[in-house]
């Protein structure tokens, strides 16, 4: 097998480019993915990047395109995308030892540096043609989207929501750590000292940093400074520092490592509701308004994520204090059950005999249910019924803590970063994030099948929005109904088009094929 991958290899760096017709004549199984792979990801490379960055979707013909509203031609998304495709490069690079993999990789991490805030982090968008026109995108498009108000005002700082700065920068960490190629150093030391500086004393990371507190909301001050849980950003930051840890050999950073896994035990509130808000003001240390829907709350689906992560980090130190308060969590949110007669249950599809159904907000110290709705242009709280709802697998939680406190501390320890000496190799990202299992021999040809002119596959946009226009209305509803919102909604019927989430997929399905024989 290894022979055969090194001369088909070799045969593909000498610039062989194996059609679909020639496919059909002979080629071994292991050279039309490898031919179908490179076809691919050229095509992605060449043609539907900007300057090697990425968005999320595309029409056919790169008329229109979304990351998570719609996106100028010149732009690049961070969230996901960009360095998500960094990231399978070198995967592919490291599974096959082709150099092309490996510069596409620098070809996406140039991309990510050239729109890396000098502080050292980013935002959501990079925006290839420059600040007057991201700042047109905000004034157009951005403050459009009833629901992304965080896309409403244009800060020209970085955020850590949606992992808009750890992906990239875990991205542009990998690549270093592979060579050590010091053209890489300066924006992972400036990535680390942004992570350093903007960490709160009691160990917290605000959404956004450098603080910028200057936009606020129908009366309702900016959240942006307020410590963060929100889509498991303090955990992301934890992890990341951990990586820089580990890559770097940094032993100064397990102060702020353990701190921030500190912080998650002096934030867990009290009774009625032992669990952690979405934010928590930096001053007081309570939970807090977020956006216009989200009133100062507890989040179900956080506080679950919030238990994972205590479990986490005893196994990361061996500290029992991160497991003490964890049943108390779990009992509440099992509290909070929603019967399956509840009208917010009855036809549910995601309502299953393993995933409990409950509110997603709670208010601080009464255990109401909190709804938010519109109502002329402006978010109504109301208690009447359940708002946005969670779904958690109680029983899987809740089987992961009676295993870890079932275990001795070196059993719950075995794999941790922190208390090993052993040599660090970078953890697989993609295929694990993207694939699990291995495909069938008849679904690779399958994949290979549906590329379109052997270049990129074509499958349904998940979101798309309405074309822009001027708006003179106040916005009131949202899209689809009413086309002055620029929120994303789902198509129907669908629209065909590419998307870097399948193409990562498809590409990661075959290399595990590939690999697995």
């Given at each position: 097998?290894?022979?055969l991958?090194?001369?088909?290899?070799?045969?593909?760096?000498t610039?062989?480019?194996i059609?679909s017709?020639?496919?059909?004549?002979?080629?071994?199984?292991?050279q039309?993915?490898?031919?179908a792979?490179?076809?691919a990801?050229?095509?992605?490379?060449?043609?539907v990047?900007?300057r090697?960055g990425f968005?999320w979707?595309?029409l056919?013909?790169?008329?229109?395109q979304?990351?998570?509203?719609?996106?100028?031609?010149?732009m690049?998304?961070?969230?996901?995308?960009?360095?998500?495709?960094?990231e399978l490069?070198?995967?592919l690079?490291i599974?096959?030892?082709?150099?092309?993999?490996?510069q596409a990789?620098?070809?996406?991490?140039a991309?990510?540096?050239?729109?890396?805030?000098p502080?050292g982090?980013?935002?959501?968008?990079i925006?290839f043609?420059g600040?007057?026109?991201?700042?047109?995108?905000y004034?157009?498009?951005g403050?459009n989207?009833i629901?992304?108000?965080?896309?409403h005002?244009?800060?020209?700082?970085c955020?850590?929501d949606?992992d808009?700065?750890?992906l990239?920068a875990r991205?542009?960490?990998?690549?270093?750590s592979m060579?050590?190629?010091?053209?890489?150093?300066?924006?992972?030391?400036?990535t680390?000292?942004?992570?350093?500086k903007?960490?709160?004393?009691?160990?917290g990371?605000?959404?956004?940093?450098?603080?910028?507190?200057?936009f606020s909301?129908?009366?309702?001050?900016?959240?942006?400074?307020?410590?963060?849980f929100?889509?498991?950003?303090?955990?992301?930051?934890?992890?990341?520092?951990?990586?820089?840890?580990r890559v770097?050999g940094?032993?100064?950073?397990?102060?702020?490592?353990?701190?921030?896994?500190?912080?998650?035990?002096?934030?867990?509130q009290?009774?009625?509701n032992?669990?952690?808000?979405d934010?928590?003001?930096?001053r007081?240390?309570?939970?807090?308004?977020?956006?216009?829907?989200?009133?100062?709350h507890?989040?179900?689906?956080?506080?679950?994520?919030?238990?994972?992560?205590?479990m986490?980090?005893?196994?990361?130190?061996g500290?029992?204090?991160?497991l003490?308060?964890?049943?108390?969590?779990?009992?509440?949110?099992?509290?909070?059950?929603?019967?399956n007669?509840?009208p917010?249950?009855?036809?549910?599809?995601?309502?299953t005999?393993?995933?409990?159904t409950?509110?997603?907000f709670?208010?601080?110290?009464?255990n109401?249910?909190?709804r938010?709705?519109?109502?002329?242009?402006?978010?109504?709280i109301?208690?009447?019924?359940?708002?946005?709802?969670a779904?958690?697998?109680?029983?899987?939680?809740?089987?992961?803590?009676?295993?870890?406190?079932?275990?001795?501390?070196?059993?719950?320890?075995?794999?941790?970063?922190?208390?090993?000496d052993?040599s660090?190799?970078?953890?697989?990202?993609?295929?694990?994030?993207?694939f699990?299992?291995?495909?069938?021999?008849?679904?690779?040809?399958?994949?290979?099948?549906?590329?379109v002119?052997?270049?990129?596959?074509?499958v349904?946009?998940p979101q798309?929005?309405?074309?822009?226009?001027?708006?003179?209305?106040?916005?009131?509803?949202?899209?689809?109904?009413?086309?002055?919102d620029?929120s994303?909604?789902a198509?129907?019927?669908?629209?065909?088009?590419?998307?870097?989430?399948?193409y990562?997929?498809?590409?990661?399905?075959?290399?595990?094929?590939l690999?697995s024989n």
């Open positions: 097998m290894k022979t991958l090194k001369t088909t290899i070799a045969l593909l760096l610039g062989c480019v059609s017709a020639l496919a059909q004549r002979g080629q071994t199984t292991e039309r993915i490898l031919a792979v490179k076809q990801t050229t095509y992605m490379l060449d043609e990047s900007y090697g968005v979707s595309y056919p013909d790169l008329s229109r979304w990351g998570e509203m719609e996106a100028y031609r010149t690049a998304w961070t969230q996901e995308g960009t360095p998500e495709v960094g490069m070198l995967d690079y599974a096959t030892g082709d150099e092309y993999y490996y990789a620098e070809k996406i991490a991309a990510l540096i050239w729109g890396q805030h502080s982090g980013w935002s959501y968008i925006d043609a600040d007057a026109s991201i700042r047109q995108w004034n157009t498009i403050k989207g629901r992304l108000e965080e896309f005002h244009y800060y020209g700082n955020t850590y949606d808009a700065t750890a990239p991205f542009i960490l990998r690549l270093y060579k050590h190629d010091p053209k890489y150093r300066a924006s992972v030391e400036q680390l000292d942004h992570l350093l903007s960490q709160y004393p009691i160990g990371w605000p959404q956004r940093y450098p603080l910028n507190d200057e909301k129908n009366g309702i001050p900016s959240y942006t400074s307020y410590i963060t929100n889509d498991e950003v303090h955990k992301n930051n934890v992890d990341l520092l951990i990586l820089y840890y770097l940094k032993k100064e950073l397990l102060e702020p490592i353990l701190r921030a896994m500190n912080c998650v035990i002096a934030l867990q009290g009774a009625p032992p669990g952690w808000g934010q928590h003001d930096h007081d240390y309570k939970p807090t308004h977020a956006r216009g829907f989200e009133p100062p507890i989040n179900t689906r956080n506080t679950y994520w919030m238990c994972d992560n205590l986490d980090f005893y196994q990361q130190t500290e029992s204090k991160f003490v308060r964890v049943p108390e969590a779990m009992n509440w949110l099992e509290s909070l059950k929603l019967p007669d509840h917010s249950v009855v036809g549910n599809a995601r309502s005999p393993n995933v409990n409950t509110p997603m709670i208010e601080p110290g009464t109401k249910y909190i938010s709705h519109v109502e002329n242009g402006r978010y109504i109301n208690y009447d019924r359940p708002g946005m709802l779904y958690l697998n109680m029983n899987r939680l809740r089987d992961r803590y009676n295993t870890l406190i079932a275990m001795s501390v070196d059993e719950a320890t075995a794999d941790s970063d922190l208390l090993t052993e660090f190799k970078f953890p697989d990202w993609v295929t694990r994030k993207r699990s299992g291995t495909p069938t021999l008849q679904e690779v040809n399958d994949l290979i099948a549906k590329l002119n052997g270049k990129y596959w074509l349904p946009i798309i929005s309405h074309p822009f226009v001027e708006q003179n209305t106040d916005l009131v509803t949202r899209a689809p109904r009413n086309v002055n620029m994303p909604y198509p129907d019927p669908p629209v065909m088009g590419i998307t870097t989430r399948s990562i997929q498809n590409i990661a399905r075959l290399m595990t094929f690999q």
